[in-house]
């Protein structure tokens, strides 16, 4: 069965807690990038990665980290340095020959308690 | 900072009804467009790829692409209950594979 995995699908976090997304994938794509959704808001990019042991900053790094071990896996920690972390988070992929077109997981929706 | 806008509100219409919505971008050097839909509480969908001047048509989803007036354009014929969703415009970075989403229009389709 192909395809993209995020878990948990809802993950709640005490102020000041450290919690890790994960996010895997199965269909061989060397890209993968992690979004923030807000309500109203476009999908904003946290970080991406385009090969194993390489990743960039997106638009809103700050408070977030990730690493890129495996190709199939690109997990998202949120620290208690995020002031506003409650939001839905996507796990999105590239294939490797194509036109740019991403394709995502079915995310996980965080709550700050 | 790259821009995609879509600046229509709310858009309601009645069941068979054609449904337009539209999205501009400020990069003059993107070359590959996309609109994804997105149910309430759920991930985006990819539903229409465009990269040449023109329209794509697949099935009731027609995508229309200006580039020298850098505009993208989703037309929905048929409109169907199930279409009533949030439809995301996104549109590439020259030179790379990053991609520039717009706030998105959310569509009601009325029986």
């Known amino acids: 069965d192909g395809g993209i995995t995020q878990s948990p699908k809802y993950l709640f976090r005490k102020e000041g807690q450290n919690v890790t997304l994960s996010c895997e994938q199965n269909?061989?794509?060397?890209?993968m990038y992690w979004y923030r959704q807000d309500p109203g808001q476009g999908l904003r990019l946290i970080y991406y990665?385009?090969?194993?042991?390489?990743?960039q900053k997106g638009d809103i790094a700050e408070g977030y980290s990730v690493s890129r071990e495996k190709k199939e896996s690109f997990p998202l920690t949120v620290t208690s340095a995020q002031k506003n972390p409650t939001a839905f988070y996507l796990c999105?992929?590239?294939?490797?020959?194509?036109?740019?077109?991403?394709?995502f997981g079915p995310g996980t929706r965080l709550t700050v308690l | 900072q790259k821009e995609v806008e879509q600046n229509s509100g709310p858009l309601s219409v009645p069941e068979g009804a054609i449904a337009s919505l539209n999205c501009t971008y400020s990069d003059r050097g993107s070359q590959s467009f996309f609109w994804y839909r997105q149910y309430s509480g759920k991930s985006p969908e990819l539903i229409m790829s465009i990269y040449s001047n023109g329209d794509k048509e697949d099935g009731r989803f027609t995508a229309q692409l200006n580039k020298a007036s850098q505009y993208v354009s989703l037309l929905i014929r048929d409109s169907q209950p199930s279409d009533s969703a949030t439809y995301l415009c996104?549109?590439?970075?020259?030179?790379?594979?990053?991609?520039?989403f717009g706030k998105g229009n959310q569509v009601v389709v009325i029986p």
């Open positions: 269909l061989n794509h060397d890209a």
């Open positions: 999105a992929t590239t294939p490797t020959s194509g036109g740019n077109e991403q394709f």
């Open positions: 990665s385009q090969i194993v042991n390489d990743f």
């Open positions: 996104a549109v590439n970075y020259y030179g790379n594979n990053r991609l520039a």
